[in-house]
């Protein structure tokens, strides 16, 4: 079952409790009249970031609310999944089922939330011998890691995909952004990293692994993620390799890492891992 995380206790950054939802319970299809989810939405999106939608039902104004299934403007509002429903509150109903909470929690935007992961990898080396692993015979890969601020988990450096922004084009940035620390490097490492990033970044080194909902522990029955996950892999070792790793904006720690199947990381990034693994194979 991939609705799982999107169902744990306490939801991230409060104390807030969802409404227990069985697995037999998650499926929309399943009438459950008893079923109150809590309303949560957290304090700092209540603030009413740029980045974050209006609360439309306090406003008054649900029919002038957010054109949903659509591109509204400069956001996309469209799912991976398709067309998803609207409940009897003209609210997005989360297409993978109940979450035991209602409104946006963390999340910014009313449906899906859309987001980018770029899985940067290199074939781990002793001198210029590839390693193998012992037991499945198969050489090692190694990614960018990075141990989020928020929860202290290990995960891919991604990150929110800005209003009218590319994929492509958040790739690089959240890369840059949470691997090497660009936003504080000087002006002249800067020039170096935008080079570099068009020659690794480049539409030709993207192999997509994924695209659709992440079972991730912010979501609610109003607001879900959904990402992109896109592999850049560094097959001589002689460009994403060589950078220099340094933790910043939402990053605690950055490291390359091993693959494989014992790899415990946010959301559903380890199912991210083992595709990338499949495609070059790989140990897992």
């Known amino acids: 079952m991939i609705h799982v995380k999107a169902r744990s206790s306490p939801y991230p950054g409060s104390q807030v409790q969802r409404f227990p939802v069985a697995d037999g319970q998650v499926s929309w299809s ?58 009897e509150d003209k609210l997005p109903r989360n297409p993978m089922g109940r979450t035991g909470i209602t409104s946006r929690g963390l999340l910014g935007k009313w449906g899906p939330n859309h987001a980018a992961d770029p899985i940067i990898t290199r074939w781990k080396r002793e001198g210029d011998e590839k390693v193998i692993h012992e037991l499945s015979g198969k050489p090692i890969l190694q990614f960018v890691a990075i141990k989020r601020k928020d929860c ?31 936003l504080t490097a000087s002006g002249p490492e800067k020039d170096r990293l935008r080079v570099l990033f068009k020659t690794i970044f480049s539409k030709e080194m993207a192999r997509e692994v994924f695209a659709g909902y992440v079972d991730d522990p912010r979501n609610t029955d109003s607001a879900w993620m959904e990402t992109v996950a896109a592999n850049f892999h560094d097959d001589a070792g002689d460009s994403v390799g060589q950078l220099d790793l340094h933790a910043g904006d939402d990053a605690k720690h950055v490291q390359w890492s091993d693959i494989g199947q014992d790899l415990q990381l946010y959301a559903t990034h380890s199912n991210f891992m083992k595709s990338v693994a499949e495609l070059w194979d790989a140990h897992w």
């Open 30 to 87: 399943v009438a459950w009249p008893e079923y109150q989810p809590v309303d949560y939405t957290a304090a700092s999106v209540r603030a009413g970031p740029e980045w974050a939608d209006p609360d439309f039902r306090k406003e008054g104004r649900a029919e002038h609310g957010p054109r949903f299934n659509a591109l509204d403007g400069r956001i996309d509002r469209r799912s991976f999944l398709g067309l998803y429903e609207l409940d």
């Open 152 to 182: 202290g988990e290990w995960a891919i450096p991604g990150g929110m995909v800005d209003d009218g922004e590319l994929v492509s084009t958040t790739l690089m940035r959240e890369f840059g952004e949470e691997a090497l620390d660009s």
